[in-house]
């Protein structure tokens, strides 16, 4: 097969003071941080959907994007040779990951068991181009909201034949997850919400989504698939509410149903920002309940307020990200999966590398940014000390369960009033903060 970028040279580390746009300046993937190698902290992923499907349409246009390998057909042969090009893509941009969903890397049949057929014949490229390169599947799922059949819901359609269709195909997907040797498996609620409350029943759909995770749960123990499970969460976008709005609904939801053991979150930057969070906030909150598994890295556009799914190039951005990512212990199944598509007016080839790159440099600056303030030490101290009474005395006996409201009383009426505030000096704070970036 021709190669489909020939004139592209496999992306290096420059440095930087390099001023080659098709080289990293700051992603030196054997570069050693907190003890460990970038490419070890970053684990960075190439996202299929958007890198080798998304033609960049929107609502007022069609797709603009050049891709001279892509036959435009839905054959099963094109998705074949589509997947090929992906990896040499993914190879020369020197990722070690990638992650697709079942309909974007083989295309949907006149029938299940068709679609069934065409997943296998791609999945077998997949598996020859994994063996051949040595990248790795961070994770798979299945589309269930682009076809029409979804229209109301998967798992939450008031139509239980498009429950069994959704379990059908989620349980595909996972077995071909697992033949590829996945490390984890993605649940991003597509279509689980609702347009309206007039025609919905809310509760019920909540119990059925319940009980299609509970199913995967069972199927991934029938099947023997060990990888990681997670729910990306996102507030709205298809519809007007998502099920799955934030982090705290997702583990609220997964606590309440007794999953929250067999489940981690896949937090993305832009959905974050659409539930009016920030995303550290969001990584931060998954970490505090032990569920920060993997990131969908990409950012939104603080005009737009849509999911723009745009490269990551903000530095403030993937330092915060970063700060939270190594205080809880790092990526361990997961990755940094560029959920992201170029503009619509970067048409070219090149335009996916200058694209991959920025956002890779982005998280390598985060990270150093990052560790450099974590070996400072300065805003960490600063919180320590901050929750200094809790560590003695009255706090101490707080934390530890042994006082109630009456002993409280008691001792609050002795005292008379609390000892006073000190500051929380954020200026300061956010001072120091900038020193590294
Ligand atoms: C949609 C989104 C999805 C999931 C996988 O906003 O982020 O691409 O990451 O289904
Ligand atoms: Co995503």
């Known amino acids: 097969m021709a190669e489909a970028f020939a004139d592209i040279p496999k992306i290096q580390f420059e440095g930087p003071e390099s001023k080659?746009?098709?080289?990293?300046?700051?992603?030196?993937?054997?570069?050693l941080v907190e003890g460990k190698t970038m490419a070890e902290h970053l684990r960075f992923s190439v996202?299929?959907?958007?890198?080798?499907?998304n033609g960049c349409a929107d609502p007022f246009g069609g797709p603009t994007r050049i891709m001279p390998w892509d036959d435009g057909t839905d054959s099963v042969e094109n998705a074949q040779n589509r997947a090929r090009v992906a990896f040499e893509f993914?190879?020369?941009?020197?990722?070690?990951?990638?992650?697709?969903?079942?309909r974007d890397v083989a295309p949907e049949g006149a029938t299940l068991s068709e679609s069934h057929a065409n997943l296998d014949a791609?999945?077998?490229?997949?598996?020859e181009e994994q063996e051949r390169t040595g990248i790795k599947l961070l994770w798979g799922t299945a589309c269930l909201f682009a076809n029409p059949r979804f229209m109301h819901g998967?798992?939450?359609?008031p139509n239980a034949d498009v429950f069994a269709f959704s379990a059908a195909q989620?349980?595909?997907?996972?077995?071909?997850?697992?033949e590829l040797g996945g490390l984890g498996y993605v649940f991003?609620?597509?279509?689980?919400?609702y347009k309206s409350l007039l025609n919905t029943d809310l509760g019920r759909e909540l119990d059925h989504m319940a009980k299609f995770m509970q199913m995967a749960v069972d199927y991934k123990k029938e099947i023997g698939f060990t990888g990681q499970f997670y729910i990306e969460p996102k507030p709205k976008e298809p519809t007007k509410h998502q099920y799955d709005f934030d982090s705290a609904t997702c583990h609220g939801f997964l606590k309440a149903n007794g999953l929250d053991k067999d489940f981690k979150l896949n937090i993305e930057a832009n959905h974050a920002t659409l539930a009016g969070h920030t995303f550290q906030h969001e990584l931060e909150f998954a970490a505090s309940v032990d569920m920060l598994g993997s990131?969908?890295?990409?950012?939104?556009?603080?005009?737009?307020?849509?999911d723009t799914d745009q490269f990551p190039t903000d530095v403030y951005d993937t330092t915060a990200a970063m700060l939270t990512i190594l205080k809880s212990g790092g990526l361990t199944t997961g990755g940094l999966n560029f959920d992201a598509h170029v503009a619509r007016e970067s048409v070219d080839p090149v335009d996916l590398f200058y694209a991959h790159i920025g956002g890779m440099d982005a998280f390598a600056r985060g990270l150093k940014a990052a560790a450099a303030i974590r070996a400072d030490g300065q805003i960490a101290d600063f919180v320590t000390e901050r929750y200094a009474t809790w560590d003695t005395g009255i706090g101490a006996d707080i934390e530890a369960g042994k006082l109630g409201y009456a002993e409280l009383s008691k001792y609050m009426l002795e005292k008379g009033e609390s000892d006073a505030n000190i500051s929380g000096r954020v200026e300061y704070l956010e001072n120091i903060l900038n020193e590294f970036i």
């Open 170 to 178: 989620v349980a595909k997907a996972m077995e071909i997850t697992h």
């Open 188 to 193: 991003w609620g597509g279509r689980e919400g």
């Open 47 to 53: 996202a299929y959907w958007h890198t080798f499907r």
């Open 295 to 306: 990131v969908d890295a990409n950012r939104g556009d603080s005009q737009l307020g849509w």
């Open 20 to 31: 080659n746009p098709l080289a990293f300046k700051h992603y030196n993937p054997t570069e």
């Open 122 to 127: 791609v999945a077998k490229v997949l598996k």
């Open 90 to 102: 993914i190879e020369k941009l020197g990722v070690e990951f990638y992650c697709f969903h079942d």
């Open 154 to 157: 998967a798992s939450t359609s």
